[in-house]
């Protein structure tokens, strides 16, 4: 009721003025240098961004809104409270019920202030205030299934406890090709709705994003993921004299090929040499391996890892290949001596239909995009799905991201807190240069890191994660340098997911180094809703290409998103602490103001 909630209000207020005067008392000096701004006018260019002004940081935000944004962050730092969400919430559905627990508590706090709307219809005039503002959107359908269901198939069981222990990002559970069907639809309907709101304000670009576990089903990205390992293992094995004679570690398998000898090219001898070694149950003649070498090396004398694996893909590994006379069909019908010799694993009749399906959803996704002028990002997910997800993100970027289209709209995920993601970043750099498609990435830390370590140590690989913050900050700032060093050269698009001040200082710094246009120039920077606004709002206020994470969808659905944000928060204490700092010192600003007036 509305008394209940004027009564919350007070109680919140009462514990709100306790908790500034507790601090009242702090050393400013101490407190951590953040650099916050909203406001709705534009700097002087030539003016250095002030991230300490608080009072202009929070300009367009009503007293309540603060209020509310400081409790629910100080909220998210309640480690017990965070750990055990899941069951507080059970119980709160269990005593207030349904209704009030979500439609009351929850959408009145949390959905609020880390959601745009429950329905993408009422974004509109949020995204609109966010523009007069010099803030763009993000627009993500963040509803989903709760992880605790209990699944029909064995592989999806499998599946959900692999994830039990992901708190940052969406994670999608399979329910049959209709349901893929129809997160294809709700994934359509975001970008028209995103198309539209940018038509309405015609300022920046537009974004969605979008996850492949929402369009396929996860057991079988997973088994598309161990197919491609062993397309590099064949490489490595057949064609690479370090690993010629003996076995390949896991580890090398599971990331992007990085050795300095995996690279390098060879000549036809050596690849009808490494395909005698590769091919013992049914061999391939030498007729064969001279028609498969020249189509791999385009003309030329010479083919690496790059050539073999832009050839020797998953359509290539059809159960039946394909029919009709299509570039691509007649390629992958010269390769069939190879592809099916029984070197590769074939995807099975059933494997190949959902590969299949998700191809065309994925087509369609991109068709709408480039029609509608929206950028797309695929999501990272995790390592035992990623490689398969990269295979179809290059799939749709090698036709999407083409110079003729201008800014390429299909956008890979890199995460930086992996050992090998500057050499994904380096060898994609290189696909696209060498293919004539336009690179695009997000640029993230990681959302995974707990959980990609648990895999590896039961599993006994070596771990993927770097071992501290520290080297994943330098992992990161390298990957974001290499991209703006090589923008004069290509066309990049670059969008910059950090919460991270001094990295997104580093990147301000190299853009004016190089001469890149803060409007223009294709690097884009981006937060999540409820999350520091500190470093967004400044940005859009400065020129930047600033961006809000907006996710919607009906509260039930979106619970367990919240979760994770909350989750996110508890576990970046610093950050937290930042952002709490300013928004008590603005708060403390305006009550005491208000007393004295």
Not at 139 to 168: I, M, N, T
Request: with cysteine; proline share 3%.
């Amino acid at each position: 009721s509305k008394a209940t909630v004027s009564v919350l209000n007070c109680c919140v207020t009462a514990v709100l003025r306790s908790t500034i005067a507790s601090h009242s008392i702090m050393n400013r000096a101490a407190m951590p240098v953040v650099r916050p701004l909203l406001m709705a006018r534009r700097w002087n260019s030539s003016t250095a961004i002030d991230f300490n002004d608080s009072k202009n940081a929070y300009k367009a935000r009503t007293t309540f809104r603060l209020v509310r944004a400081y409790v629910t962050l100080r909220l998210c730092t309640v480690k017990p409270l965070v750990r055990n969400a899941d069951k507080l919430c059970a119980l709160g559905e269990k005593v207030l019920g349904t209704r009030i627990f979500h439609k009351i508590l929850v959408k009145r706090t949390f959905f609020n202030h880390f959601c745009g709307g429950e329905e993408v219809g009422e974004l509109g005039s949020f995204i609109s205030k966010l523009k007069k503002l010099h803030i763009g959107a993000i627009l993500d359908y963040a509803a989903e299934e709760d992880v605790s269901h209990e699944e029909k198939e064995k592989d999806e069981a499998k599946q959900r406890r692999q994830r039990d222990d992901v708190h940052s990002a969406r994670i999608f559970d399979y329910h049959g090709e209709q349901e893929c069907d129809l997160n294809c639809e709700r994934v359509l309907e975001s970008i028209m709705h995103a198309s539209h709101i940018n038509a309405e304000t015609g300022k920046g670009e537009a974004f969605c994003a979008i996850k492949l576990t929402a369009l396929c089903k996860p057991a079988v990205l997973e088994k598309m993921n161990k197919i491609l390992i062993e397309i590099r293992r064949c490489w490595l094995r057949g064609f690479t004299e370090t690993y010629a004679e003996g076995d390949v570690p896991d580890q090398e398998m599971r990331v992007a090929v990085s050795h300095p000898n995996a690279l390098r090219p060879i000549g036809i001898e050596q690849w009808k040499a490494g395909l005698k070694r590769l091919c013992v149950d049914k061999p391939v003649t030498d007729n064969e391996a001279e028609e498969m070498f020249h189509l791999l090396a385009r003309g030329g004398d010479k083919v690496d890892y790059l050539d073999f694996t832009r050839l020797i893909t998953l359509q290539a590994l059809r159960f039946e290949l394909a029919g009709g006379e299509t570039p691509e069909v007649v390629k992958e019908n010269k390769l069939k001596a190879f592809t099916h010799s029984g070197a590769l694993p074939l995807l099975s009749e059933h494997e190949t239909t959902l590969v299949d399906n998700l191809v065309v959803r994925i087509n369609k996704v991109a068709e709408a995009a480039v029609r509608q002028h929206v950028n797309v990002m695929v999501d990272a997910e995790q390592t035992y799905m990623q490689g398969a997800i990269d295979h179809f993100t290059l799939l749709l970027q090698r036709i999407y991201n083409t110079p003729e289209s201008g800014r390429p709209r299909i956008y890979n995920t890199y995460q930086c807190y992996k050992t090998y993601s500057l050499n994904r970043i380096q060898n994609d750099l290189e696909r696209a240069k060498r293919e004539e498609w336009n690179f695009a990435g997000k640029l993230v830390r990681g959302a995974y890191m707990v959980q990609e370590r648990q895999l590896a140590t039961d599993n006994g690989y070596a771990s993927p994660i770097l071992s501290d913050i520290e080297s994943t900050h330098k992992n990161f700032n390298k990957c974001v340098s290499l991209l703006l060093d090589r923008k004069p050269e290509q066309n990049i698009g670059l969008m910059v997911g950090t919460h991270n001040k001094e990295s997104i200082e580093l990147i301000l710094n190299k853009m004016k180094e190089r001469g890149i246009d803060k409007e223009n120039g294709g690097v884009y920077f981006g937060q999540l809703m409820g999350m520091a606004d500190q470093l967004t709002f400044p940005l859009g206020a400065n020129g930047y290409n600033a961006y809000k994470y907006v996710p919607y969808g009906p509260v039930k659905e979106v619970m367990p998103y919240l979760i994770r944000r909350a989750q996110e928060n508890s576990s970046m204490d610093a950050l937290c602490d930042s952002e709490l700092s300013l928004l008590r010192q603005e708060i403390k600003r305006r009550i005491f103001r208000s007393s004295s007036a």
